[in-house]
Structures are given as C-alpha cells and as structure tokens.
C-alpha cells in the first residue's frame, strides 16, 4: 500500500512544498520570517505553518483521495466569501492550498451548549443555500456527488468490493454481513422516497461538521468561517446534522430527543421554510440523516485507498462501522 505519511515527512517532499510556498509568497510581496514548522502529519493530510510579515499561513495538502479540496474551498471562496476561509492560493494537481490564519475556532470558547451549535448549524444552512445553484460548478471543481437516487446502489456496489477482499483484510465482510447490510437498503430506498416528496434542493454537506471546523467572526454579525471540506459531499443537505447530532448526544451523554438537541434542529431547519412548512422539513430529516452514513462511509473508503497498512488496520473498522448501522434510527 501507498504510505502518505512516509512522503509528507520527506526532505524531497518539504523542499517541493517550501519552494511552492515561498513563490507564492513572493507573488503576493509576503516575507518568510522564520522557519516552516510541520505541525502534524495524518494519514488523511498534513499541514505547515509558514509565519510571515502578514501573520501565520497555513499549508496543507490532503491524501489523494480528498485531493479535490483545494479546488472545492477555492469555488466556495468565489461563491460564499462570508462564509469560508477561501485559501489565498492553490496548486490543484497536487492539492496544495496555502491559507491565512483566521484566529480562533469556536471551540476554543469552551462553549458547547445549543447555542453555539445552533449557530453552527444554522450559519451553514445559510451556506447551503447560497451554493445551491451551483452544483455543476462544485461538481467540475471535483466534489463529489452522491445523489439520494443512487445511495441504495452505491453501497449494494461496494459490498462486491468488500466480500471479495482476503478474509485477513481490515475492510473483508464476510457474505453474513454483507447480506444483513442488503437486507438494510429497501430502508434506504423509503428515505429516498420521502426525500424526493420535499421541495429541498440537493447542495454541501460538509460531512464534518463540528465547531473544531469553524472560525469565530471578527465582529458578532458575521457568519462563522467554514473549512475542512475533505470529507465533503453534492447530497441532501439535512445529512449534514448527523455528526452534530452525534456529538451533542455524545457530550451531554443523552438521547436526541433531549430538548437541547431539537433546538439545535429547529434552528437549523428554520431556515429552510422557504422550501416548505416545517411539519415536511422535519418528516425528510430522519431520511437524510440514514443518507448520511452513505457519506460518512463514502469520505473513510476513498481516503483508505491511499492508506498504509498501519492506518489501514486502524481506520477501516470506522468504514465498516457506518456500512454496518445504516438506516439505524439517528432521532430514536
């Protein structure tokens, strides 16, 4: 297997980086003022913190199977300016993005009541609206799509791959696990159904959506700044709820009928009454959040098929993990 990890801590890599770096930084009349440091290297990316006469920069560079992110933040910064931290330039056949440092993220205030998640998430649902229109230009920039109507075949697709793995391979399923998830898909196609009954366009689901991938505003009346679209997808936006979803019930140790939660939920669906009435807004949303392990699997296999053993046998039980409880209720 392939090993990121291995080239990102290179000599031959860094100069590559350092150098492209360093003309940017030239093109922009910016000064290096110290050394680049590697902060962290992750077999799903690494970055480089690059200080300068204009502040820090940030690097990064994505395993190939997210290469398109650069690509994909740099249209957002087109379309969405408010709303995303848009890097300042980009390499896109080698996935190369160097950013400014926005500040602070907004788990850095220690705040993690529904507030701050009802700002999250309604802050993106406004993003989603804006970039809606705009699916064939996000799709051209490389983001992928994973449209409802095909989910159900997507993942009857994959347990092909799956079963015929090596018995001794971390991504194997055995033909018992495979069918107890066929036996799952006529649930996924009931979701679809409902989800084709509701006036809501397809647009970004970020598929990580957490407060660790947002920056504070400089001033109360501005939106959050978004980045990390690594993982993200062209899908039904509601599937974006599932990862605050589940860490709101996992921080507070509760069930997601808490009322905390469903503020949270509401506030997120108020925004898309110009769609429809809320009572239909919220008869989709369970459908989408069972579209939503479809993504989360989807964003684990294409980084997995760039990973090293090690990160192989530790990661892929996390892409089976949401192959194994799709259509599992996420509302209760």
Not at 103 to 109: F, I, K, N, V
Not at 281 to 298: D, I, S
Request: hydrophobic share 45%.
């Amino acid at each position: 297997m392939n090993n990121p990890r291995e080239v990102w801590a290179s000599p031959e890599w860094r100069q590559q980086a350092e150098q492209w770096i360093d003309l940017v930084l030239e093109t922009f009349g910016v000064a290096r003022t110290g050394p680049v440091e590697q902060p962290r290297i992750r077999f799903w990316s690494t970055q480089l913190t690059v200080p300068t006469d204009h502040g820090t920069l940030w690097f990064k560079e994505n395993n190939l199977g997210q290469l398109a992110e650069a690509s994909i933040l740099s249209l957002l910064g087109e379309l969405a300016p408010d709303h995303v931290a848009a890097p300042l330039a980009i390499e896109p056949s080698r996935g190369w993005m160097l950013t400014a440092d926005h500040g602070a993220t907004l788990d850095s205030l220690g705040a993690g009541d529904q507030l701050a998640w009802a700002r999250i998430a309604g802050d993106f649902a406004d993003l989603q609206q804006i970039v809606a229109p705009h699916g064939e230009r996000l799709s051209q920039a490389g983001l992928v799509l994973m449209n409802p109507e095909v989910a159900a075949n997507f993942v009857e697709n994959q347990l092909l791959l799956h079963t015929g793995l090596p018995a001794e391979h971390p991504l194997h399923l055995s033909a018992e696990a495979a069918d107890d998830i066929l036996r799952r898909l006529p649930a996924i196609h009931e979701a679809v159904e409902v989800l084709r009954g509701t006036a809501v366009p397809l647009s970004l689901d970020h598929n990580d959506l957490h407060a660790r991938n947002c920056f504070l505003p400089a001033t109360s009346d501005e939106p959050l700044r978004f980045f990390d679209f690594a993982d993200s997808y062209w899908a039904h936006p509601f599937s974006v709820l599932l990862v605050p979803i589940t860490q709101m019930r996992e921080q507070w140790n509760t069930t997601a009928d808490d009322p905390r939660i469903q503020s949270v939920v509401t506030a997120y669906l108020e925004r898309w009454t110009g769609y429809a009435p809320m009572p239909e807004l919220r008869a989709a949303l369970e459908p989408a959040l069972q579209l939503a392990g479809v993504h989360r699997y989807g964003s684990w296999l294409r980084l997995l098929v760039y990973a090293d053993d090690e990160s192989m046998r530790a990661y892929a039980p996390a892409a089976l993990h949401y192959l194994r409880t799709l259509t599992d209720p996420v509302l209760g």
